[in-house]
């Protein structure tokens, strides 16, 4: 097995978050042993406005000589514009090479890895700046219901195919940058916030992130916001990533920008919630994947009356908890026909 030593490997491993002129190349450690595939997990919801999604990866020990899991974790952009490109194991000369992330205008080229949540292999479908604020596609990102942030719907399509976590060589991804990718990365770039880099080392000191010790299924898959390893913030692995097939979100109604995400039969948040039914294009009110009896009926109208019930949003991640969701009120039954009383008769009519 042929390695760089751990000094070198944390000092490239770990860019300080200084502006440079072109991508950083990222490389911090070669080896022989190929990278596990990518874990199955479920996204956490989204903690507040302005943080962008940061997959997680497969770091390399040297101590250990063992690959770990750098959970997929929220992160505040460092500035309003920028977007993170995750980094990627590529094969070259031999030897399984880390091409760092880094923050830019654009996504660029992370080895055709699908990452999942807006990360698809090739650009970002999660969101966008727009004014200096960004907006979430819900069909890829789990906004939750908590915060009220710009959304909007975009169907992203399935790239199928496994959990590969390296570009090259036997077995790796075979895709190569394209022409705008190339010109992404001559562009201004940030490397690793401070918070990201104290969320990689803090992974590195975890014993349960080893692939030895987890076998591809860590305890620690996902966090609510990076370097917070703290219980109630962490989501565990659903399973190994071998041979698991991602699938695309479905959405449904009007886009709104608040606290409602649409709902889904599968997707990439781990969860299998009937969705309810679809609404008209001009009421969106009833858009969330929550369940709680019969859904409502598609032929409602705007003159309804609203009622505010609390609902088991069993959607959402393990503990999320109960919110009180806005939904039509439902329709009054019909009264039965009253016979009409015959003249002279005043008694009061029977029902």
């Known amino acids: 097995m042929r390695t760089t030593s751990l000094i070198g490997a944390l000092l490239l491993s770990l860019p300080m978050a200084a502006e440079t002129g072109k991508a950083q190349a990222g490389v911090f450690v070669s080896i022989t042993v190929a990278p596990p595939p990518l874990v199955v997990y479920a996204q956490p ?153 104290d969320h990689h080392k803090l992974a590195g000191k975890d014993p349960t992130l080893k692939f030895g010790n987890n076998r591809g299924k860590p305890g620690i898959a996902a966090t609510s916001k990076a370097g917070d390893f703290s219980k109630g913030h962490t989501f565990a692995a659903k399973a190994a990533g071998t041979g698991f097939k991602p699938t695309s979100l479905s959405t449904q109604g009007a886009d709104i920008a608040g606290k409602t995400r649409a709902g889904t039969k599968s997707n990439q948040f781990g969860t299998r919630a009937k969705p309810l039914a679809a609404p008209p294009k001009k009421f969106g009110a009833v858009n969330s994947a929550v369940t709680a009896g019969k859904p409502a009926p598609a032929n409602f109208s705007t003159a309804n009356r609203f009622h505010t019930e609390t609902v088991k949003q069993n959607s959402l991640p393990k503990g999320a908890a109960m919110q009180n969701v806005r939904r039509p009120a439902p329709p009054r039954p019909a009264m039965r026909p009253v016979a009409k009383a015959p003249a002279g008769n005043y008694k009061k009519p029977q029902h």
């Open 45 to 197: 919801p989204l903690p507040g406005p302005g943080y962008i999604w940061t997959p997680g990866y497969w770091g390399w020990d040297d101590d250990s000589g063992d690959y770990y899991w750098v959970p997929g974790a929220w992160v505040l952009a460092p500035e309003a514009g920028l977007l993170w490109t995750p980094g990627y194991w590529g094969w070259s000369d031999g030897v399984y090479v880390w091409h760092g992330g880094y923050w830019g205008p654009h996504v660029g080229f992370y080895g055709g890895v699908n990452y999942g949540f807006g990360y698809g292999g090739a650009g970002f479908e999660g969101g966008y700046w727009r004014g200096g604020v960004y907006t979430y596609n819900r069909t890829v990102v789990n906004v939750g219901l908590s915060v009220n942030v710009a959304i909007y719907s975009k169907t992203v399509a399935s790239s199928g195919g496994t959990q590969t976590s390296f570009n090259g060589g036997k077995n790796g991804i075979q895709v190569k940058p394209t022409a705008q990718e190339r010109a992404i990365a001559s562009e201004r770039h940030i490397g690793m916030t401070g918070q990201q880099q």
